[in-house]
């Protein structure tokens, strides 16, 4: 579950401009304030299962979003590129840290 979690809080910082204010909301207090699905629905006076259809549509809006854009997956794979660059020049490898820089570079 906090795997889930962590994924739908990355995609939510990557895309969230392209969701609905009403989205956003309900997503910002499920999933960064840490509300109960009745906390939002008391909140926005509609029933819990409003609340949660639309919270499980907003993930999956963004999962599709992922899908065609790969936002996070770039970030990801630059994240974990940069730290072998790190990992790299700290062995004073630089041939080898100059061929990930390269290949971070590609990306862009």
Do not use: C, P
């Not at 979690?5 to 840490?34: G, H, P, S, V």
């Not at 936002?71 to 100059?98: C, P, S």
């Amino acid at each position: 579950m906090l795997e889930k979690t962590t994924r739908i809080n990355f995609l939510y910082d990557f895309y969230q401009a392209l969701l609905t204010e009403k989205q956003r909301n309900y997503m910002e207090m499920y999933y960064l304030e840490d509300l109960s699905l009745g906390e939002i629905s008391e909140t926005f006076e509609v029933s819990r299962q409003a609340i949660y259809d639309n919270i499980r549509r907003t993930e999956q809006m963004l999962e599709d979003y992922e899908k065609k854009l790969g936002l996070y997956h770039r970030f990801e794979k630059r994240q974990k590129l940069l730290k072998q660059t790190k990992q790299l020049l700290t062995e004073q490898n630089y041939d080898q840290a100059t061929d990930v820089i390269d290949q971070i570079m590609e990306m862009e």
